[in-house]
């Protein structure tokens, strides 16, 4: 997974996570992005690119990050496959761009109106079987602005010969599910109502929120919540 940070806040991650005692790669170039290798305790391979689209985005650091060198969102996402030419095929068909290839990945980009979360990279790796559990991410989310996009979307993928669900309501967004032809698990998911929905725009994030069916664990699902600073 790839997150977005401005264009000139490398250096200063670099030496945020020497200070942490967080073991980084080496910088590196892909795509004319910058990129900064790290994994997390559970395994999770992360990247920081640098990227200087989203240095206009007003965003707040937390637990001591200087506000212009905050993380802005995801970048994009690297997808292993056994074959990526049907998964190519099918960004191509859900309107998705193929920018070429560089070493051993294949990148698809979108234009969405922000410049967050527009890169899909394939990774052809026939050998990899893949499972559930720490360190791994279970779907791939796309946005559309509200049910009748949704919709025509769930007609198109049902023609396209894909198995697809039922809409999943997940009270802040509805959701449609399938899988594409190399097994990784693809989410359709409104942007209304809104994670506002239940709390002012200005508290998100304040406060643990979860959907209605969840309220009755919520004892159980805090306990296991490891503890958040933001000062």
Request: aromatic share 12%; proline share 5%.
């Amino acid at each position: 997974m790839q997150y977005a940070v401005p264009g000139n806040s490398l250096e200063y991650w670099n030496e945020r996570f020497e200070k942490l005692g967080i073991d980084t790669g080496e910088l590196y170039q892909h795509f004319g992005f910058q990129h900064l290798p790290l994994t997390d305790n559970d395994g999770m391979k992360i990247e920081l690119v640098a990227d200087s689209k989203v240095g206009g985005n007003q965003t707040k650091g937390y637990g001591g990050v200087e506000d212009q060198h905050a993380i802005r969102g995801f970048f994009g996402t690297t997808l292993s496959l056994p074959d990526i030419g049907r998964t190519g095929e099918l960004l191509a068909e859900m309107g998705w761009k193929n920018d070429g290839e560089e070493s051993d990945l294949t990148r698809y980009s979108s234009e969405p109106d922000s410049h967050l979360g527009r890169y899909v990279d394939l990774k052809a790796e026939p050998d990899l079987s893949g499972r559930f559990g720490r360190g791994s991410i279970h779907h791939i989310a796309f946005r559309v602005p509200d049910d009748e996009a949704q919709a025509e979307w769930r007609e198109k993928i049902r023609k396209m010969g894909f198995q697809i669900t039922p809409v999943k309501n997940r009270d802040y967004f509805r959701s449609i599910y399938f899988r594409e032809a190399g097994g990784v698990l693809f989410e359709i998911a409104t942007d209304i109502p809104g994670f506002d929905v239940d709390e002012p725009f200005e508290e998100l994030g304040e406060n643990l929120k979860m959907p209605a069916w969840y309220e009755k664990h919520r004892e159980e699902i805090e306990a296991r919540l490891p503890e958040l600073r933001t000062d």
